[in-house]
């Protein structure tokens, strides 16, 4: 499982580190609008590909299911037509649910300690 999360987090870095690299090149280059909406797609699917992969690391359920939920929202929510401020509303609460759990919870090997 280990080489799994190595490799994943490799993949996931180079892609994220292409996509970056062509929203700092969008900023300076006159990109075409479908250039634009390609870049986002890919961004906002590599981050829901990345919580579906995420959700392997945990053992309850719970975060497990809050991982699945919010990658698959995350990714869906590129090809779901508009309907208006909630699906903007639900998005951005998908997106930062899993990096407030990650930032509160202890690593693997990490032990919690009352000070």
Not at 89 to 114: A, K, S
Request: charged share 15%; proline share 3%.
């Amino acid at each position: 499982m280990k080489v799994f999360r190595e490799k994943s987090t490799l993949i996931l870095s180079i892609l994220v580190g292409i996509v970056l690299i062509g929203k700092v090149f969008g900023r300076f280059l006159d990109f075409s609008d479908e250039t634009h909406q390609l870049l986002n797609t890919a961004m906002f699917s590599l981050i829901g590909v990345s919580y579906l992969t995420f959700a392997w690391a945990y053992e309850k359920p719970l975060l497990k299911a809050i991982f699945l939920i919010c990658g698959i929202y995350v990714i869906l929510m590129n090809f779901i037509p508009d309907f208006g401020w909630m699906k903007t509303i639900i998005g951005i609460v998908c997106i930062l649910t899993p990096m407030i759990i990650g930032r509160f919870f202890p690593n693997e090997g990490q032990e919690v300690t009352n000070s």
